[in-house]
C-alpha cells in the first residue's frame, strides 16, 4: 500500500470546522445549559440521580461527598472530580438556590465566596424538595439511555414534579449560546403554571399579576416592571437589583448605614471591600468606618459615618459606585427537544406542562399495569378459593409443580399467572377472613382500574392529577417572597458635595497650556504672590481662578469646541509646582488651543424650572476673528461628558477670538486689527442655540481682522488699545458712540506712516476697558514677556497714535497682551 493511499488531502477549515462543530454541540445538549423540563444541567441530573439510586435520601444519615463524586463519575459522567464537586457545590448553597437540592452538612462555602471543604470532608444527602424531582422515576416516567460505557442506565431528563428551571434559576455559558434565568418563588410558578392549564390562552400581563418577577434567595429590591415584562414575552430584558438598606441613627448625633440584604451572586466580603475603599481613596466624603456583623442573626454590614454627614447623599453614592446596585440580564435560554431556544415565562410553562404530561401518563400506564396484573392474580385466587377442594385434590393428583400448574390452567381455565399464584398461596389464606380480604382487595384494585383508565382517556382529569399534585407539593414547600418589587427604575442622584469636600480652591492655567489645582493654604505658604508661582520658563500665569472644589469650569477653544472640567478633576499640585499639561486632563488637539475659562456654579447648569424661559439665566457670548458674534444661555452648555463638544459653529478660516460671560445685557465693543471699532447694544444679537454660527457684528475689510471684543457699559472708563509694536494709548469711553450692529464702525487709532518716520505698529493685538489703574501682560511671538501699567499710555482721541508703553524688536513684535492675574485670586460668588 502506498503513501498516497494510506492519507486524504483535507481543507483545514472544513476539518476544524467540523469538529468545532461538533464540540460546540456537545457542550451546548450537554454541559452548560439546562433542560426546559426539569431546569437541570446533565451533571446536575447525574449527581441527583445517582444519589437517589445509592438511597442517599433525606430520611438516611448524611453520605461523604467523595462517595458521591466516585459514583457519578465512574457510572454517568467522565469528566474530572472537580466539575462535579463544584456542581454539587452550587446545589447546596441557598445563597445561590431558591430551594436546594442538596442537604449538605459541613463547610459548603459562604456568601463571601469562600470555597466549600474538600469533599472528603463534606457529608451530604438529597434535599427534602429534590425528592419531588425524582418522585415516580421507577414508574417508567421518563426515557432512559445507556451511559458513557454501556455498563448501566441514566435518565435522559427527571420527572420533576414541579417547575424547577424557573424556581432555582440556572446560569451558564456555551459556545454561541449563555443562558441566564433568575431564581422566582415556588408559590408563584406553580399559580401560574396552574393558571396557563386553566387558561392556555393568558397573556404574559395576566401572567404578571400571579409572577411578579423574580424572587433571589438573597432578597433585595428589584426595580423595573418593564425589564420583567419584556423578560417574561422574549426571554431577553434587564432589571435593577438593589440591597436592602436603612439609615439609622447612633449615640453622639451619627447615623449609619445598614445593610441586611445585597444583590444576588454579589460577594458579600468584596461587597465590604468596594465600599472601604472608597473611604480609604477619598472619593467619598463622610464614611468613618465600615464593619462586617454578619453572623447567625443573618448578613449585616455597617457603614458608619461621620458627624453631619449627608447619608442619602452618601448611600446615593453607593448605591451608583458599587454594588450595593447591580444590573441583572435575563437571557431565558434553554434546550427544547434538543436543541437552545430562548423562551418567553409561558412558553416554559408550557413545555413543562407537557413533560408533566408524558410524566403522569406513563406512571399512570405503569399504575395500570402493575394493578391489571393484581387483579388479574386475586380474580384467579378468588375462583380457586370457590372450588377448593377440586383445586387440592387436582393438586394432589399431579406428579411435580409443573404438572400440577399445567393441570389447573387444563382443568379450570387458570392462566398460567394465576396458577403460579394458587401454587404459592399459604395455608393461612384458606380462612374465611382471607377469602372475604382476598374479594375486598379484588373489588378495590377494579376500582383503581377504572379510575387509572379514566385518567389515560380524559385529558381534564389528567390535567385534575397534575395540579393537585402540584397544589400539594406548593403547600408544603412554599415560601413567602424574599425580593420586593419596585415598579419603576429609581434614578440615582448623587449630590457633588458627597463624593468631593467643597474646599476654596486657585485653578491656574498658564499660556503653554500647564494646568494645577492649588490649596490656598500652599498659595500663602508660597508667599500669596502670583509671581511666585511655579512655570515653565518663558511661560506665563494665563488664568488664575479662586473657586471651589465642586465648581465646573468651561473651557472654550478657538476651534468652536469647548469642555466641561469639574475643579475637583485637576490634578492638585502646590503653587511653585509647574502642573500638569492641559492635554492630560482633557482631550484637546494639537492644532487647538484654549481661548476663554469661565467658572460657573453646579447650579447654572442645572435646566430652569418649567414655565421660565431660557434666557432668564446667564448668557455667553461668542466673538470670532471674523466678526461673528453669537448669544447663547448658558444652561445650553450643560453636560456629562468628558470630550470636545461644539460650542460655536466656525467658518473656514475663521477662529474664536473670545467667549465672556453676559448676567445682563450690555453694550458690546469690537475691535480691529486696522484700528477699526464698533460699539452696539449686545440684545442686538438674538439668543442661538449652542451650535450656531452667529451674526455680523462688525462689517472688516478684507485684510482686516478682530483684535478684541470687549463687554462696556455708561461712560465711565477709557479703552486702551496695544498695537504690536508696543505703542498703547487711552481714549475715554464716551467718545465710543453707540452704533447699528454689522456696520463698518469708526477708526480707534492710527498707524504712523512714512520712511522716516518710526512705525507705531502694523496691526491692534488688544484692546482694554480700563476704569482703575491696572498692570498688563505683553508676550511676544517669541514668548518673550513684559509688563506696564495701563497709566503708562496717555489719553488721547480715538485718532491718536499712540505712546511707546513697551520696547520691542522689529524682529520679535508683540502676539498677545491680557491683564496680570490679582495677586490673590478671590472667589467670584
Known sequence: MSI????????????????????SKYIIQDRAIPDVRDGLKPVQRRILYAMYDAGNTPDKPYRKSAKTVGDVMGNYHPHGDASIYEGMVRMAQPWKMAHPLVDGHGNWGSMDDDPAAAMR????????????????????????????????????????RYPNLLVNGVSGISSGFATEIPTHN??????????????????????????????????????????????????????????????EDVRGGKQQIVITQIPYQVVKSKLAVSIDNLRLEKKVDGIAEVRDESGRQGLRIVVELKKDADAEGILAFLFKKTDLQVAYNFNMVAIVNKAPRQLGIKAMLEAYIEHQKEVVTFRTKYDL?????????????????????????????????????????????????QADAILTLQLYRLTNLEITQLQKELDETNKKIAQLRSILENPRKLMKVIQDELTEIRDKYGIDRRSVIQGEVEEIKVNLEVTVPAEDVLVSISRGGYV??????????????????GVKEGDVIRWSLGVSTVDPLLLFTQKGQYFLLPVHQIPEFKWKDTGTAIVNVLPLSKDDRIVSVIPVKPSELVPPPEGQPADAGPVLVFVTKRGQVKRTPLIEYATTRNMAIAACKVGDGDEVLTVFRSDAPEDLLLVSEQGMSIRFAENEVSLQGRVAGGVRGINLKEDDALADAIPV??????????????????????????????GKGIQTFEFKEGKRVKPNGTRLIAAFLVKEAVTLLTVTAGSATAEFLSETAPIDDRRAQGKNVV??????ALAEAFKKPLQSPERKD
Open 186 to 247: 415556588l408559590r408563584e410558578i406553580i399559580d401560574a403554571c396552574i393558571a396557563v392549564m386553566g387558561n392556555p390562552a393568558i397573556t404574559v400581563p395576566e401572567l404578571m399579576g400571579i409572577v411578579k418577577g423574580p424572587d433571589f434567595p438573597t432578597g433585595g429590591i428589584i426595580m423595573g416592571e418593564d425589564g420583567i415584562r419584556e423578560a417574561y414575552e422574549t426571554g431577553k430584558g434587564r432589571i435593577y437589583v438593589r440591597a436592602k438598606t436603612a439609615i
Open 713 to 742: 457699559s455708561g461712560d465711565e472708563g477709557e479703552i486702551l488699545v496695544l498695537s504690536d509694536h508696543g505703542y498703547a494709548k487711552r481714549t475715554l469711553l464716551l467718545d465710543y458712540p453707540l452704533q447699528g450692529r454689522g
Open 121 to 160: 470532608y463534606t457529608e451530604a444527602r438529597l434535599s427534602a424538595i429534590a425528592m419531588e424531582l425524582l418522585r415516580d422515576i421507577e414508574k417508567r416516567t421518563v426515557l432512559f439511555k445507556d451511559n458513557f460505557d454501556n455498563s448501566t442506565k441514566e435518565p435522559v431528563v427527571l420527572p420533576s
Open 369 to 417: 399495569e402493575k394493578a391489571e396484573d393484581r387483579a388479574h392474580v386475586v380474580e384467579g385466587l378468588v375462583k380457586a378459593l370457590n372450588i377448593l377442594d377440586a383445586v387440592i385434590e387436582t393438586i394432589r393428583a399431579s406428579k411435580n409443580r409443573q404438572n400440577a400448574q399445567d393441570n389447573l390452567t387444563e382443568k379450570f381455565g387458570f392462566s398460567e399467572r
Open 807 to 812: 520696547p520691542t524688536d522689529k524682529s520679535d
Open 516 to 533: 494645577k489645582r492649588t490649596s490656598l493654604l500652599s498659595f500663602t505658604r508660597s508667599g500669596g504672590e502670583i509671581g511666585s508661582a
Open 4 to 23: 498516497l493511499e494510506n492519507f486524504l488531502p483535507a481543507f483545514l477549515e472544513e476539518v476544524v470546522g467540523d469538529r468545532f462543530g461538533r464540540y
